[in-house]
């Protein structure tokens, strides 16, 4: 049998993500996908794999994507946010009956008790001003076709509203933040299910209301109904729902049939060629410690629920989500200029997180699943970076108690990039891209070190002084080397940061801005190098200096030890980076020399909270660096 190899790392990624996301696209209404997609990155973290495609495969391959055009077994559902207002109601109805429509209405008014529950004249967030798209939701799947429906899905597994993973939630026309007569963690909601005949015999089971056949019932406690196709189940929740799907014998065999195809062809396509035994123990326990520190993380925060949770109102992560799908809707009108563009002329906002976003959509939805993978994998990857310069031993220490400890103010704990990542904040991609780029440079993969980078900075473009310092300091290594071709391989890679000016130009081509609009307004922007030069003379600037050179210190945390440890740390830095410089190897130089050159921009610009904690990480680990140093020198 004829069979295609391809040996190539990055292909293989590529590849792989390709066939992932055509596969599951399948049951991409299943958390079980997620769980695959974790199973898949670490086959390939534990294993060199190869991908290796036969004709027996490729065929397995069609015979599965193919199952997605196909709907005997599919339910039609359609949902959205309810919010019965002037401005929506004509929409509800195009999808609506009357009669279900009043009922809903009726019972919402009751609820939410609008007659007392008066808007304020000028309240732009009042529920009688928020406007809906459409009268349902529609789906963002890159195989979705436009229906009179929301998405067609073969499972119900329903008791949130992250779980129902409207499309709506997270767009700017619902972007309201103090309490209406709702939060946006609670938006009332409906969900309407029409079932194909092949689902007949089957359950659903259910806790809360539904409208059949034009009755009410108000469930409250779990009971299951017989499912007949010819009815439609419309739920709604204004207070609590809970839905799930017994299925008959039939569709389960289709069921698992289709999942075992998808395992199955995962695992044909990808060959291992090498185990590297020796590592496994370290990274599979650091993985299992994450992944359970990932559900722990679920478990005690009620803000974040697994699943398509609301992103906070008056946020960046709202804004971010909301240019992502309208990104994903310009493309799939076939706009490609429009979705370049990325909603803004001139960048004004972090560029980079709306296009990850955009790649999240699709590939997994209405879904944080690759967000979801970054938190899971971002302490690996730390470990995989700390084994440069340290032992394993203590690489892999630090990185467990990076999953355990919680101290921001030097950027240290997986929880705080967990919340910028869930939050949909481009720190915690910022921090995945840079390491991640500092690992493939380690490994001599120059090209997708620098595109790597060339991401971080599109996520902040404030980290342009690493990127410029790296680029630096790699050129000088490699030109002295003579390796010109590595060389140019980098710098390749690190010139996809041009994109960002290039769009501002060519959207905007009467004011030209390098990189955001954004980072000369007052709340970025803090301090000039005039203030700096009128310090002396003048008092009041001279207090607004040191208040902010206090700030830089203590990442906006006011108190004395945190302010003590963090300019030590500081200050050992620079005069170790001075008198040391010719002790460190030349990978720890330009670590330590990106880090000094990062911290510059910090004078300027805000560096508190979020804005302060990759910054401050690398402070740390800069200092770990040195600390090795003088244990090595004293045999310790």
Request: hydrophobic share 50%; charged share 15%; aromatic share 20%.
């Amino acid at each position: 049998m004829k069979t295609l190899i391809i040996n190539n790392n990055i292909v293989n990624y590529l590849l792989g993500v390709v066939i992932f996301s055509l596969l599951f696209s399948v049951i991409m209404d299943r958390n079980i996908s997620f769980f695959l997609f974790v199973l898949l990155i670490i086959f390939f973290i534990f294993f060199n794999t190869i991908l290796e495609i036969s004709i027996f495969s490729l065929l397995i391959f069609l015979v599965v994507f193919s199952f997605n055009f196909l709907n005997f077994y599919k339910i039609e559902e359609k949902n959205n946010i309810f919010i019965p207002n002037q401005l929506n109601q004509i929409k509800y109805l195009k999808y609506i009956n009357k009669d279900d429509y009043s009922m809903l209405k009726k019972e919402f008014n009751y609820r939410y008790d609008v007659k007392k529950n008066i808007c304020k004249i000028n309240d732009p967030t009042c529920w009688k001003k928020l406007n809906v798209d459409d009268g349902i939701s529609y789906n963002i799947n890159i195989l979705f076709k436009n229906e009179n429906y929301s998405r067609l899905i073969s499972n119900i597994n329903h008791n949130s509203l992250a779980t129902i993973r409207i499309n709506e939630v997270n767009k700017l026309n619902l972007n309201f933040y103090e309490k209406n007569i709702f939060t946006r963690n609670e938006l009332p909601y409906f969900v309407n299910y029409k079932f194909p005949k092949f689902l007949d015999n089957s359950e659903i089971c259910f806790k809360g209301k539904l409208i059949l056949d034009k009755k009410y019932i108000h469930q409250k406690d779990k009971k299951c109904i017989k499912v007949n196709y010819q009815k439609s189940y419309f739920f709604y929740n204004f207070n609590y729902l809970e839905i799930t799907l017994k299925k008959n014998i039939k569709s389960l065999i289709i069921e698992y049939f289709l999942l075992f195809l998808n395992i199955f062809v995962i695992f044909n396509l990808f060959k291992n060629s090498k185990f590297n035994k020796k590592e496994f123990l370290y990274k599979i326990s650091i993985i299992i410690i994450s992944v359970a520190g990932f559900i722990y993380f679920f478990y005690r925060r009620d803000d974040f629920i697994f699943g398509y949770h609301s992103l906070s109102g008056g946020m960046d992560g709202l804004l971010h989500e909301s240019f992502a799908k309208e990104i994903f809707i310009s493309l799939k009108s076939g706009n490609i200029i429009s979705a370049l563009r990325g909603q803004e002329d001139v960048y004004y906002f972090m560029p980079g997180m709306r296009y990850f976003l955009f790649l999240e959509k699709l590939i997994f939805g209405n879904n944080f699943y690759l967000i979801y993978a970054l938190m899971i994998f971002i302490p690996l990857i730390l470990y995989s970076y700390l084994k440069i310069f340290f032992k394993t031993n203590f690489s892999y220490i630090v990185s467990v108690l990076f999953l355990f400890l919680n101290i921001p103010q030097l950027g240290f704990g997986a929880s705080i990039y967990y919340k910028s990542l869930l939050t949909a904040y481009p720190e915690g991609v910022l921090f995945f891209f840079l390491i991640l780029s500092l690992i493939f440079n380690h490994n001599k993969s120059y090209f997708i070190a620098g595109l790597f980078l060339a991401f971080a900075v599109f996520m902040r473009p404030n980290f342009l002084p690493f990127a410029l310092m790296f680029l630096m300091a790699q050129c000088f290594i490699l030109f002295y080397k003579n390796e010109i071709n590595r060389l140019t391989k980098l710098i390749l890679g690190i010139s996809f940061i041009l994109l960002i000016p290039l769009h501002n130009y060519s959207f905007k081509t009467d004011n030209f801005y390098f990189l955001t609009s954004s980072k000369d307004i007052t709340s970025n922007k803090v301090l000039t190098f005039t203030d700096y030069a009128n310090t002396i003379s003048n008092k009041k600037i001279s207090e607004h200096v040191v208040n902010h050179l206090k700030n830089v210190i203590n990442t906006g945390i006011d108190k004395k030890h945190v302010f003590i440890i963090n300019l030590l740390l500081f200050i050992n830095l620079i005069i170790s980076f001075v008198v040391l410089f010719k002790k460190f190897s030349p990978e720890e130089k330009i670590f330590l020399s990106c880090t000094i050159f990062q911290i510059c921009p910090s004078f300027f610009y805000v560096n508190t909270g979020r804005f302060a904690i990759v910054v401050w990480f690398l402070i740390l680990i800069s200092n770990l660096i040195i600390l090795k140093y003088f244990f090595q020198k004293n045999n310790i």
